[in-house]
């Protein structure tokens, strides 16, 4: 048909595949073009220059690669151009410079380079500009003023170097400031900020500033987030920012901050709900202006040298504290007891508390994670926490934990660590009956997880922790949510290890080494379908090692050294797979890859190939045949049990958004 007179085509978020054809040109009369959230691909024909009529072009997420088309600068009534969420290269075209209408560009998450387009400079109408995610380089200009009507400014995760430009500060319509992720160095000065200032964020983290917080943001009154983390900015955190009366984040984690200045008390009418202090060189108490921050939804301290008593006062804002993470101090004394009642995550590992874990935790029925970790807690098992319907993450490692411990239902415990601790005792063969959580995992986003979060917390705050995986100690900077983990070893446990094991069907991680548990290895672990790292040595297990254990095809890591089993390694590739010393130190054992491989004398002083008179018990258990069906479970589709990922992705997402085209396009990082 004859389209030369159509005015507006959106094909928003469809699946079209394919090249732009180059008779989009005799579209003549188009005024607004949208091809966003496609499967496009090549590159955009010159010929789009020739619709003149254009104020509004979207191309955002799509593939589109090759050079942004120089024609594009033909079309001087463009005021919309989003070009962002493809794979263009080379610099903005100089042709930009004739775009006097544009008020908004978005070129982010592309592989453009460069130094910053000058020619951006004579866009006097320009109110948003995103060139984040990309490949730029060099300094930005000192006469970034001229865009006098800017309101955004997003140029994070480039590698621009030097010192920012102070006049960028005194444009006085300035919304939001991205600069994180570069390679900016020299003190943060802002310049003659103006009274006027509309800024509400700014975000430098992820650079190489240095140099103390400089007093003139405090003229910043609409300051809502502030993120200085990942540099060198050191000296006191000073006490008039607490003062601003819309500040909500702030971000100071990972400088060398020295202590928190305390002349200035906060406002009674505080707004700040988050405030990130972790990795730097904090001494002395918590300071106490903490306790009058009402609002406070998470607090992060970790990783500093806070030393003295949890303070007693922080009960004053305990009713929407969320998150408390304060380990890695040389904090002492006990743990309050009724301090704290909405958390969510709460971790005080690696510090110097004693005495016992307070009953009051039994009713937190918010609690999510619980870290406690490398402490001098002296305390019994607590089982009573399993009233907690929430809890998914315990650690007790490295405490004085002792006796036994208590039969429990975990229905949502996904990771329990309690390791190093002086359990003793046996387990009952059904221990693992109510752990439901690692039986059957709910799949993210379903109606029974009631979330879309793929991780354990959310946006703003991120769980983390230390864990033993096949064989080392691996930090997950993030905790996957369909992560599951149990860690007995390096305690007094005996007996026989609980057949009830095979029914954590999702478990990931298993570690029961060095223990006293004796009698064969049940055959139901077999049934751990998800098992990547399985850890039975250091104990006086006999017996054969189950050939069902052959069948794990995400089993990568094993050690059964040091026990007394004997008889066939299981075949299959996995097995084949393991150092010798994953078998060392038993009392028979044997199998093609040990015999090529491993010296007689480290797994075997007589090999024997005759099985055991004794087998291992067959007792059938109902209860356990109708929860695994003794069949291969279902395999899950992630096979990553855990995430070692340095990089943390930032929280916040623009909540300035403009229209429903442009929402995707200005993600800060």
């Known amino acids: ?34 091809l966003s959230y496609n499967n496009f691909t090549g ?26 088309p120089h024609s594009l600068g033909n079309i001087s009534g463009l005021s919309d151009l989003v070009l962002a969420g493809n794979s263009f290269v080379g610099e903005i075209p100089s042709s930009f410079g004739s775009l006097n209408q544009l008020t908004y560009l978005a070129v982010g998450l592309n592989k453009l380079s460069g130094n910053f387009p000058i020619v951006l400079l004579n866009l ?11 490949k730029f380089t060099g300094k930005l200009p000192p006469n970034i003023d001229s865009l006098s009507n800017l309101e955004f400014f997003l140029v994070h995760d480039n590698n621009f170097v030097g010192t920012f430009p102070s006049s960028l500060f005194t444009i006085p319509s300035l919304h939001f400031i991205g600069l994180s992720s570069n390679q900016f160095n020299g003190t943060l000065e802002f310049g003659n900020i103006s009274s006027q200032s509309q800024l509400q964020v700014i975000r430098l983290g992820k650079n190489n500033f240095r140099g103390p917080i400089p007093r003139s943001i405090s003229k910043l009154v609409n300051l809502s987030i502030i993120d200085l983390s990942n540099n060198k900015i050191t000296g006191q955190v000073p006490s008039w920012l607490w003062t601003l009366p819309n500040l909500t984040y702030v971000n100071l984690s990972n400088n060398t901050f020295i202590s928190f200045e305390g002349s200035t008390r906060p406002s009674p009418s505080s707004v700040l709900s988050h405030l990130f202090g972790s990795k730097n060189n904090f001494t002395g108490n918590i300071p106490s202006f903490i306790c009058e921050l009402v609002s406070l939804s998470v607090l992060d301290l970790s990783d ?3 030393n003295g008593s949890i303070p007693l006062c922080m009960s004053n804002i305990k009713s929407n504290l969320s998150v408390l993470n304060l380990r890695h101090n040389h904090l002492c004394g006990g743990l309050p007891g009724n301090v704290f009642g909405n958390l969510r995550s709460f971790d ?17 029925s918010t609690l999510e994670v619980l870290n406690v970790e490398s402490n001098k807690i002296n305390d019994t098992f607590p089982f009573w926490l399993s009233s907690l319907q929430k809890l998914q993450v315990l650690v007790l490692r490295s405490n004085a934990f002792h006796g036994p411990i208590h039969e429990a239902s975990f229905l949502k415990l996904k990771i329990i660590d309690i390791s190093h601790n002086q359990f003793i005792g046996a387990l009952p063969s059904d221990y693992f009956l109510n752990w439901s959580a690692m039986s059957l995992l709910l799949k993210v986003g379903t109606n029974e997880d009631q979330s879309t979060e793929t991780y354990m917390g959310d946006n703003y705050y991120r769980d983390s922790m230390v864990l033993m995986n096949k064989g080392v100690e691996l930090e997950l900077v993030r905790i996957l949510k369909i992560y599951t983990a149990l860690d007995f070893s390096g305690n007094r446990f005996e007996g026989e290890i609980p057949r009830s094991i095979g029914l954590l069907k999702e478990l990931h991680v298993l570690n029961l080494s060095n223990n006293a548990f004796n009698g064969h290895i049940p055959s139901s672990i077999g049934n751990v379908t998800a098992l990547e790292s399985l850890d039975v040595s ?68 007589t090999p024997e190939a005759e099985e055991e008179d004794e087998d291992e018990d067959e007792e059938v258990f109902s209860w356990i045949a109708a929860a695994i069906g003794f069949g291969p479970g279902i395999v899950l589709g992630l096979t990553i049990g855990y995430v070692l990922d340095l990089y943390k992705p930032e929280w916040f997402t623009n909540p300035f958004r403009r229209n429903k085209h442009r929402s995707r396009s200005t993600t800060t990082h």
């Open 538 to 605: 250091q104990n006086k297990l006999s017996g054969e090692i189950p050939q069902e254990l052959g069948n794990l095809s995400f089993l990568a890591y094993m050690n059964f050294s040091h026990n007394q089993l004997r008889g066939l390694v299981p075949g299959g590739t996995q097995f084949g797979r393991q150092p010798c010393s994953s078998f060392e130190y038993n009392s028979g054992l044997f199998g093609s890859s040990l015999d090529l491989d491993c010296p007689a004398s480290q797994h075997d002083e």
């Open 124 to 134: 006097t109408n320009l109110s948003d500009v995103s060139l984040s995610s990309n």
């Open 348 to 364: 005080v590992g690696h510090n110097q508390l004693v005495g016992k874990l307070p009953r009051s935790l039994i009713h937190f």
């Open 304 to 306: 500093n040298n806070f």
């Open 1 to 34: 048909g004859n389209l030369s007179h159509l005015t507006s085509l959106n094909l928003f978020d469809n699946q079209f595949v394919g090249q732009i054809p180059t008779s989009i040109g005799n579209l003549s009369h188009l005024t607004s073009l949208s």
């Open 43 to 68: 590159q955009i024909p010159s010929s789009i220059g020739n619709l003149f009529h254009l104020t509004s072009l979207n191309l955002f997420d799509n593939m589109f690669l090759g050079q942004i």
